[in-house]
């Protein structure tokens, strides 16, 4: 049985799952140097997708699409779709919320549609330990056109909403950066970049949380959303999933941040310590309103799923981790809308009996693409793993790695990324000027996993780098890049079982530094997706060496390397 799920609009793709197992994920951002968050633009990209990878339309059996238009017609493509969450005309995310045809490859094909959260739930529990030891499991999606809703999936891998937990859709976060800090100015017009909320993230790490911006923050909440007046009843009936500047309820949000802008502008607060007072609110409000909510079934601890774009926020992860009320936690590697093809397959897979386990491995993106002719500046020599890491550690410079098939989700984790040593101070400055991004942007540090916990507190595996870690302080000199302001560090921690090939460069390394660590970021063009292919790395310019599957390339300058 082949199952093919489609994602047409925001981070579109097409996954394909063949008897239970993942076979692979294309992204459409992963892509020709596509933009990030690019959808599907023509529906005969799909046959090419397919044809690319040794599969026909016709060997499709299946096929189920993402319920999000991002638009209230309900339409992508010229293809209806199902809503963006349970509605009266979809109640129960585990059934189709619509079917129809579709014409591919020449041919009309009957789909099935789910609904976007539905695509959400089953991507994050059908890749989770739970469900491989069949265990039950509470499931928090929050998107940035919605408010943070909650699921259970039983042991028999069956659904049930247990509806929102509070009136704030995700985007407020990126929103924030529309209002306050060191960004782009747009007062409510357009959307926030796609760096938005992770350039938040970093730059809180300036603020300090205070009580008077807390009390105004949770005052203004309950007045904007939560009151019984016409204008929260409004914007809560407003919140329709349709995405992007076209959500009516986003017009609501920006009112109540520009209020706060008012109010913090007589007290003489900061914008740094206004963003950093919203993030402390937010992470205590989704805490104080999950955890009754999940008790009320029971006692717990329970385990818990988190999806959405919400569960990028490695800060809101660690403190939703900490919570005794949740035995374990499962953030995938693709929570995002990049994983919303292989959820809508698996979900697909589920509507008889239930969610189940799907057999996945991380590395199921597009691998390089390779071209026959390169550019005459470049020398081109054969080079192993281990070489690269010596490379790295002599000149201490950074390296563009592009290696086998691309992973899973919107972090690069390795295998398209800048590698550097962590040692030199200088070097995370160096990386944001090379990519172009504000000062305050930490860098991730790439570990082995055994070394993890005597580097890194807690140190705990984490492959996904989707939690925080503080350096333990006799580290904190010897690799002083990878230390964010805060003193924090998103750390991917490696094994030969997540990366064979990333393992032996950073053990090899070790060997001659002393250091089981590297720096990590990811490499493709400002505001695109990874780079597709070495000549896109080389064309860009701006890093010397470039390794990528056993060939090392290094720009000539001057008739020297």
Request: aromatic share 8%.
């Amino acid at each position: 049985m082949i199952t093919a799920g489609l994602k047409l609009t925001k981070s579109g793709g097409l996954a394909l799952i063949r008897d239970g197992r993942l076979e692979f994920n294309i992204e459409i951002q992963q892509l020709d140097n596509n933009p990030r968050y690019s959808g599907v633009q023509d529906l005969e990209t799909l046959p090419k997708l397919l044809a690319d990878r040794g599969y026909d339309v016709d060997d499709v059996d299946e096929w189920v699409v993402d319920g999000w238009a991002g638009t209230k017609s309900g339409r992508v493509l010229d293809v209806e779709v199902a809503p963006y969450l349970e509605t009266g005309s979809a109640p129960d995310p585990a059934l189709p919320g619509h079917r129809g045809t579709v014409l591919l490859g020449g041919k009309s094909r009957p789909y099935t549609s789910y609904p976007h959260v539905t695509s959400h739930i089953a991507a994050a529990y059908c890749t989770s330990p739970f469900a491989l030891r069949g265990e039950p499991a509470m499931v928090l999606v929050w998107d940035g056109d919605a408010f943070p809703r909650l699921y259970h999936v039983d042991e028999g891998g069956r659904i049930e909403a247990d509806g929102a937990l509070f009136p704030l859709i995700g985007d407020v976060y990126a929103m924030a950066t529309q209002h306050f800090g060191p960004f782009p100015r747009e007062s409510g017009e357009g959307e926030p970049g796609p760096h938005a909320a992770g350039n938040l993230m970093a730059y809180i790490a300036m603020g300090t949380v205070k009580d008077e911006i807390q009390a105004v923050l949770r005052t203004l909440f309950h007045e904007h959303f939560e009151a019984d007046t016409p204008r929260a009843r409004e914007y809560r009936q407003a919140v329709v999933g349709c995405g992007g500047a076209a959500e009516p309820s986003h017009r609501y949000v920006h009112a109540y941040l520009g209020e706060l802008r008012e109010r913090m502008d007589r007290l003489g607060v900061g914008d740094a310590d206004v963003l950093a007072g919203l993030h402390d609110f937010v992470e205590k409000l989704l805490i104080e309103r999950l955890v009754p909510r999940m008790r009320a079934r029971g006692d717990g601890p329970f385990n818990l799923c988190f999806a959405g774009g919400c569960a990028l926020n490695t800060k809101w992860n660690s403190a939703l981790r900490a919570e005794p009320a949740i035995r374990e936690m499962w953030v995938p590697p693709f929570p995002d809308d990049s994983g919303s093809a292989i959820g809508a397959a698996a979900a697909h897979l589920g509507r008889a009996d239930g969610l189940r386990p799907l057999e996945w491995n991380l590395r199921a993106g597009p691998a390089p693409v390779r071209h026959p002719h390169l550019p005459s500046d470049w020398s081109v020599s054969p080079c192993r793993p281990e070489e690269l890491a010596r490379l790295l550690h002599l000149t201490g410079k950074p390296a563009i790695v592009l290696s086998g098939r691309a992973k899973l989700g919107p972090q690069a984790l390795g295998s398209r990324s800048i590698l550097a040593p962590a040692v030199d101070p200088g070097m995370r400055r160096l990386l944001n000027e090379v990519k172009q991004r504000d000062g305050h942007r930490p860098v991730t540090p790439i570990c082995l996993a055994d070394h993890a916990r005597k580097v890194f507190d807690p140190g705990t595996p984490d492959p996904y780098a989707l939690f925080e870690h503080r350096l333990r302080p006799e580290w904190v000199d010897r690799i002083p890049a990878v230390q964010h302001l805060d003193g924090t560090t998103r750390v991917q921690t490696v094994s030969v079982d997540d990366d064979p090939t990333l393992t032996t460069i950073l053990r090899e390394y070790h060997k001659w530094s002393g250091i089981p660590v590297l720096c990590g970021t990811s490499a493709g063009l400002s505001g695109s997706g990874f780079f597709p292919d070495v000549v896109s790395a080389m064309r860009w310019g701006r890093i010397d060496i470039i390794w990528s599957d056993g060939v090392l390339y290094r720009r000539v300058r001057n008739g020297s390397e």
